[in-house]
């Protein structure tokens, strides 16, 4: 994404609420299946998603320190006993932070990048997103984001896939039918392929 550009404030929680659906939906005997992240199991993805709440609650905050200067691959958090739980109040204090006007403004750190608080908001948006449909089609639940959210989320994709090293969150874009659901456009940006399951 251009860090130049104005981005308006985006509600999370809808996204962070529905995440924390999907999480609440995962079966104990399928925290060892693969998801659409080549090196994580469900559980690994769990653990990655507490583990990016907390520290893009941090970016919100300007909570500059080892939660916004640790690399995202530095290393997971362990999935506690309660952990479905406690993704629900990470998730939910992830949206409540991004909630602050001051969250946008200015710059900010996230996974040991400076970037504006904006784009930070974005970035957010997309993780939170994205990773919400890897744990959905590895565990087969539904996954239906608004259309308001997939629309910034690929505007900010398509920037990067349109650059001069074509490039998404999780790999160099995978090609969709321009006439695919968004949602599959937007997956495909990222990286991911959109028909992906578990016996692939």
Known sequence: MDTHTRTDAIDLGPACARTARVAEGVRDEQLDGPTPCP??????LLAHVAGLATGLAAT???DFGPLTDTAPGAGLPELGAR????LERLLGELAEAWRDPAAWQGQSRAGSVDLPG?????????????HGWDLARATGQRYEPGEAELRVSYAALDAAAKGDVPRGPFGPPVPVA????????????SGRDPGWTPGR
């Open 60 to 62: 919100a905050r300007k």
């Open 83 to 86: 952990w479905r739980g406690d």
């Open 178 to 189: 321009e006439d695919a659901p968004l949602l599959d456009r937007v997956v495909g940006l």
């Open 39 to 44: 090196d994580y199991s469900v559980r690994m």
């Open 118 to 130: 904006a784009v930070g908001g974005v970035v957010t948006l997309n993780e939170v997103l994205l």
